[in-house]
Nanobody
């Protein structure tokens, strides 16, 4: 059973940076079977895909809203997946979730939440203006 635990959330001012981390157990990220992604959900809104990493970290894909500001990467030695958030905006506020699934293997569903089977409990990010 894949178990995901997020950390690193908190409050940051607009323009600031934050790094989220996802500790993975029950699965070795170098197995290159699951895609590892980050999703977020703001109050009253649907969960949306933010970024995904696959192919042993060689490939990444981002939502248009975060491309150029966020970086997803995996640490194979630590078996973690992280999200570096730079130039944060108030609209980045929400609960951030780490997820594992098969979404990235289909270009049409790389960030589709329904393609991800395993989820962490989430970590809250608040960006103030």
């Amino acid at each position: 059973q894949v178990h995901l635990v997020e950390s690193g959330g908190g409050s940051v001012q607009a323009g600031g940076s934050l790094t989220l981390s996802c500790a993975v157990s029950g699965y070795i990220v170098t197995a290159n079977y699951f895609c590892m992604g980050w999703f977020r959900q703001a109050p009253g809104k649907e969960r949306e895909g933010v970024a995904v990493v696959y192919n042993l970290g060689a490939n990444t894909y981002y939502a248009a809203s975060v491309e150029g500001r966020f970086t997803i990467f995996q640490d194979n030695a630590k078996n973690t997946v992280s999200l570096q958030m730079n130039s944060a905006k108030p609209e980045d506020t929400g609960m951030y979730y780490c997820a594992a699934g098969m979404g990235c293997w289909d270009p049409r569903s790389r960030l589709a939440a329904e393609k991800y089977n395993y989820w962490g409990q989430g970590t809250q990010v608040t960006v103030s203006s």
